[in-house]
């Protein structure tokens, strides 16, 4: 099966494209009858993991093979992240995605995917609470103390040295543009005329 436009989209870095290509792929080749033994599939996974898509990962490791998941120790590695993100084990998605010996072809991509991970986290935070200990930061983002420390006021939260906490600073809230009277006249009256 030719998996050019993956390995394409793989070297531009153009990960959230990788998942909607694969699944194109395979149901393609699975109509054709073509085999499906060089199949990437942990990318396929990870690319699921990435959108943070977890139910069509899901459906994607029950649909394969026992055999193909004995044989590529890659593509366990990658379920064993999508465990972790399945059980909201925070601090698991790090230690398997960091404890896995990643090949050429992944190595990027689990990279890609920890930062996106990181932020998406990083924003739940931001959203979650208005105070936070160091300590639970660090573990919600795999970081050290000093390192989330660092992360956290980089992103404008502030720290009280002596209780080890973290003051939220939340994003300001976008104000929406007012329409102007004369643009809603002109929008009533473009409507009123296609509709007569």
């Known amino acids: 099966m030719d998996v050019s436009a993956v390995q394409a989209a793989l070297a531009d870095k153009s990960y959230s494209a990788v998942a909607p290509l694969c699944d194109d792929l395979l149901l393609?080749?699975?109509?054709?009858?073509?085999?499906?033994?060089?199949?990437?599939?942990?990318?396929?996974?990870?690319a699921h993991l990435y959108l943070n898509d977890l139910n069509s990962a899901r459906f994607l490791w029950k649909s394969l093979p026992?055999?193909?998941?004995?044989a590529r120790p890659e593509l366990s590695a990658v379920w064993r992240i999508?465990?972790?993100l399945w059980n909201r084990d925070y601090a698991g998605v790090y230690t398997a995605a960091q404890g896995f010996e990643w090949g050429p072809e992944l190595a990027d991509f689990v990279t890609a995917f920890l930062e996106s991970?990181?932020?998406r986290i990083f924003q739940l935070l931001t959203s979650a609470y208005s105070t936070i200990t160091v300590a639970d930061v660090a573990h919600?983002?795999?970081?050290?103390?000093?390192?989330?420390t660092n992360y956290?006021?980089?992103?404008d939260w502030s720290l009280d040295a002596a209780t080890k906490m973290l003051t939220?600073?939340?994003p300001k809230a976008q104000t929406n543009q007012?329409?102007?009277?004369?643009?809603?006249?002109r929008l009533t009256e473009c409507v009123f005329h296609l509709e007569n």
């Open 178 to 185: 007012k329409l102007d009277a004369s643009k809603l006249q």
């Open 152 to 155: 956290a006021v980089g992103n």
């Open 168 to 170: 939220v600073r939340k």
């Open 117 to 119: 991970y990181r932020k």
């Open 28 to 46: 393609q080749g699975a109509a054709r009858g073509v085999s499906t033994d060089d199949w990437p599939y942990a990318v396929h996974l990870l």
């Open 82 to 84: 999508g465990q972790c």
């Open 66 to 70: 026992q055999q193909v998941k004995d």
């Open 140 to 148: 919600f983002m795999g970081m050290s103390e000093e390192d989330a």
